[in-house]
Every structure is written in C-alpha cells, then in structure tokens.
C-alpha cells in the first residue's frame, strides 16, 4: 500500500495553483490537502494542516517564499519544501535552499518533473519524520536513526558509516582533507570508496593521478541497476589501495545530472554503502539538490571552515540550516582547516574566536603555513595522498590528517575506550579534541 502524500500549494495565482491541483489528482498517492495565495497565510495552513510537502512559489505579495519556507521549516520540520520560480538561475536556487526549500523547479512546471520530485523529497524526508516522531514519543533527547534501517534491500554487511566532506567557502581545502581522510582510513580488513561528488569541477582524479573509462555520469540514469559486480568495474583503484569512484569528465555531464537525475548520487551512496566501512564523500560548495540529499543521509559531515570572516560567516548559515533541518549537533564535525596558531598574538581569526561565533566546538583542527602548502601541493603533484606520501607520521600536518582519520574511526567503530583514545592522541601531539567529549 502507497503512503498518500499531504501536499500544500502556495502561490498567489489562483489558476495556477488550480491547474497544478488538478493535475495532482490523477495520482493516487498524491492528496491536496489546502492551498494559499501568499506566504504568511501558506505558513499558517503548514501549521494547521502539517502537510508532507509544500510547493510554493518564490514571487509572492505580502510575504514571500523565501521567507515563508524560513519559518515553515522551524514550524513544522518534518515537511519538505518544493520551490517554484520563472527566474532559474544559481542565487535564486542557493537561496531557496539556505531558506529551508529541498528543490528548486522553474516555471512552466513539467509535470513529469514535479511527480518525481514530490515522491523523491517524501522519502528524502523519511528519516526526519520516523526521527520526530521519536523525538515526540521519548523524553531523553533525540533518536538517532540509521539510513540503512529504511533500505528495502540490504544485503551488504559492512558498518556503511557515511562521511560527506563540505564547505559552503569554495578553495577551503575540502578534497585535500577527503582524499586523507579516505586514506587514514584504511586499515586491514576494512573497506573505504571515496567518491568524487563535486560534479562540475571535481579534483579527485587530480589529485590522486587517476582516470577512469566511466564515471558516475554512466551509471546516473540507471542507478537501480547498479550491483557490485557493475560498480567494480567503474571504481578505480589508487596505487595506495584506495578505491575512488571519480565524477564526470566534462562540466557539460554535471549540468545533465542535476537537471535530470538530481538524486543520483544519493541513490548510488545509499545502495552501497553496506558493501564498505566507510564511504568519504567530496562534495562542492553549493547546496542544491545533489548535495542537500548527501547531507541528509551522512553519518557524520565534516563541515570545513577557513579562520576567515566569509568562511565563518557561511558556515554559520549553514549551521542554521542544519538546524532547520533539525540534524543532530554531533552529526557536525567542525573542521578548522589552515588553522591560525592561537598562542601567536595577532596570528589572525583563532579557533576560539571561531567557536564563540558559530556556537560549536571545533572539533578537528588542521594547521596551515608556507610548510604545509608545500607538503600538500608536493602530495598533490606526486598524485599520492600526503598520509600514503609521507613514512613519517609523527610531524605536521601528515599527523594532524592521521589523528583526524584515527578519531573518526575510533568514533564511528567503537575501538578503544575514551581514555585510551586520549592517550593515545596526547602521545602523538595531535588534535586535542576527542570526538564525542565536547
């Protein structure tokens, strides 16, 4: 049996929402269950009648969409917000999604389109809605729920931990800590694939020395039939071990995904992800509707900032968001990357400056430097990952990545007691912030 989708239209043309109401209705598990004529009243109707999904315009009198979709999200977080506008570019769209909104749809509306779209935001919003659901039936705090327990099918037996690597600044440094990551990661008897999401202008390929004959551009539209055996033959492996599933060749193929199968990338992590221990993901700055879907599903994000006012400024929005999106605090790993040293007088933004503003630990930090720009853009060069690069593991920044990988893993797979982990990282020198502690 289908579950029936509660929708709610807002938009200040009547016949347009009539039209689209209508259409609606030859889908058996669609249910129109209000419409407004502007976004203060389709906030009021959200509260009333806490549909499954809201289309709203953008362009509206009184109040609009942006604003509206803002408060709908802290209202009634459980509903997913479907955006409409004539104006289809890149700042409506960041916009819309900074507001709450979970897709972005330019008019005339396909129909075909939005069908799609309704069912995919419902079942994005699957985790969220069992989540609440708990939250409201249990006094000691929020409940956690694994993405693997909505899989119809899972018939992989690996941990599946989901790490996406992101940061709303771009140059932030995010590939350079996923591919370490990734790397740090792997150890005898267990599984990493680290996947290159940056659709436009990925640099996993680069920075690792890898081509591919197929990438994620050739299994995007037939993602349901994707098995291992298939999958096998399009991840690459590194000289180190690392396996990596490298994005499109060409920018042009980007396009393509996020206008016709948007949540490719997700289906492809979420069908996986129990054949490896740890999936690491490197995603681009925007969020649109290929990265939010990846962040909803991620077991820890490694939000990246730089000690820079716009890096701090961004993240702060987009730790809002996640709030919104009522995502556990310790999902959250704060990663200060080309970190200022705190003790020097006058060295810049400093971490503890950082945490006041963004009202968060930082939970990891990497220095920066002349000496770790060349250790890195040397690794780089040398298409090798600066842990599988350097022997020495014991000097900056190579331990900094190794104390990173090594903490994640203690966190995620449970090896080690707390205090062994501090021990051990109090040896080594590395990062004082022990996951879990804060």
């Not at 009648?49 to 999200?73: C, F, H, K, Q, Y």
């Not at 819309?96 to 309704?118: C, E, H, Q, W």
């Not at 935001?121 to 729920?145: A, D, F, K, S, T």
């Not at 993602?223 to 055996?229: A, N, Q």
């Amino acid at each position: 049996m289908v579950d029936e989708i509660k929708i709610l239209l807002v938009d200040d043309i009547a016949e347009t929402r009539e039209s689209i109401k209508k259409l609606l209705a030859f889908e058996t598990d669609f249910k129109v269950v209000g419409s407004a004529g502007n976004g203060r009243e389709g906030v009021e109707l959200a509260k009333e009648l806490r549909p499954d999904i809201i289309i709203m315009d953008i362009n509206m009198p009184d109040m609009d969409g942006l604003e509206a979709a803002s408060l709908v999200t802290k209202a009634v977080p459980t509903v997913g917000v479907i955006m409409m506008s004539v104006q289809n570019d890149s700042d409506y769209m960041q916009r819309a999604m900074l507001a709450g909104a979970r897709f972005f749809l330019s008019k005339p509306v396909n129909m075909d389109k939005l069908y799609s779209t309704i069912r995919s935001v419902y079942e994005q919003y699957e985790i969220i809605r069992r989540q609440y659901e708990q939250m409201q039936n249990n006094v000691g705090g929020p409940v956690l729920i694994d993405p693997d327990d909505l899989k119809k099918e899972n018939d992989g037996d690996r941990a599946g931990h989901i790490i996406v690597v992101y940061s709303p600044q771009g140059g932030a440094g995010c590939t350079t800590i996923a591919t370490n990551l990734a790397s740090g990661l792997m150890r005898e008897g267990v599984k990493v694939l680290l996947i290159d999401a940056d659709l436009q202008f990925g640099d996993i390929g680069m920075f690792l020395n890898l081509t591919a004959q197929s990438t994620i551009a050739d299994i995007a539209e037939d993602v349901e039939e994707l098995d291992t055996d298939f999958l096998d033959n399009i991840v690459v492996t590194h000289d180190s071990g690392l396996k990596s599933l490298l994005g499109p060749a060409r920018p042009a193929l980007a396009d393509e995904i996020r206008e016709n199968y948007p949540d490719a990338v997700r289906e492809i992590v979420a069908k996986i992800n129990t054949y490896y221990d740890f999936i690491v993901v490197d995603t681009a700055s925007t969020l649109d509707a290929v990265n939010i879907p990846l962040l909803d599903i991620a077991t820890k994000i490694m939000l990246v900032v730089n000690p820079t006012l716009p890096s701090v400024k961004n993240s702060r929005l987009v730790l809002d968001l996640f709030d919104q999106l009522a995502y556990p605090q310790e999902k959250v790993v704060l990663t200060l990357n080309r970190a200022n040293d705190d003790r020097r007088k006058g060295s810049g933004i400093t971490s503890e400056r950082i945490e006041n503003w963004l009202k968060r630990p930082v939970s990891a930090q990497i220095p920066g430097g002349e000496n770790v720009e060349r250790a890195v853009l040397h690794a780089i060069n040398k298409g090798i990952p600066l842990i599988a690069l350097e022997r020495d593991h014991s000097k900056s920044p190579t331990r900094d990545y190794v104390d990173l990988a090594n903490q994640i893993y203690a966190s995620l797979m449970g090896t080690g007691t707390e205090d062994e982990q501090e021990q051990e990282t109090e040896k080594r020198g590395g990062l004082s912030s022990i996951f879990g502690r804060r």
